[in-house]
């Protein structure tokens, strides 16, 4: 009889600890009207995963670096030496949180050795995982006519 006395408070005990850290929880994180909790702006209507745009591209030096190792990786696969391209800037870019990071880049590049050649456009998808301090080239084709 004891040791179910003790149980029993002992639950007790702990269902009142955690309805003390969910009021707590509550409180900071602000709940609206009717105890439901009111999500920030910030996050309204993002999705966990979802892609999400870069909004400074051109002064987003490590989005510009990526684009500029995505031609250097293009360039490198190529085996045949023609149609080299060389880097020119990243137009758009969108990021998404996976296993790692999936940076997808509009990149302007121009062909080299090609006189009056104009900067085409390449979609390029890069993968970053910095605990492995890996970067890898996923895809990398000139981008569909608008």
Do not use: H
Not at 16 to 26: I, N
């Amino acid at each position: 009889m004891a040791r179910l006395l003790g149980a029993c408070l002992l639950l007790a005990v702990l269902l009142g600890a955690l309805a003390a850290a969910s009021a707590r929880a509550d409180d900071d994180l602000g709940s609206g009207a009717g105890g439901i909790r009111q999500p920030s702006n910030e996050y309204r209507g993002r999705k966990v995963g979802a892609r999400t745009e870069v909004r400074d591209v051109e002064g987003d030096g490590e989005v510009q670096e990526l684009g500029r190792f995505s031609v250097a990786e293009y360039n490198r696969q190529l085996r045949g030496g023609g149609g080299r391209l060389e880097f020119g800037r990243v137009v758009a870019a969108q990021r998404q949180v996976v296993s790692g990071l999936k940076y997808y880049l509009r990149v302007a590049a121009v062909e080299e050795g090609v006189e009056n050649a104009g900067e085409r456009v390449f979609d390029a998808v890069v993968v970053v995982k910095p605990w492995l301090d890996s970067c890898t080239l996923l895809t990398f084709a000139p981008a569909a006519a608008k």
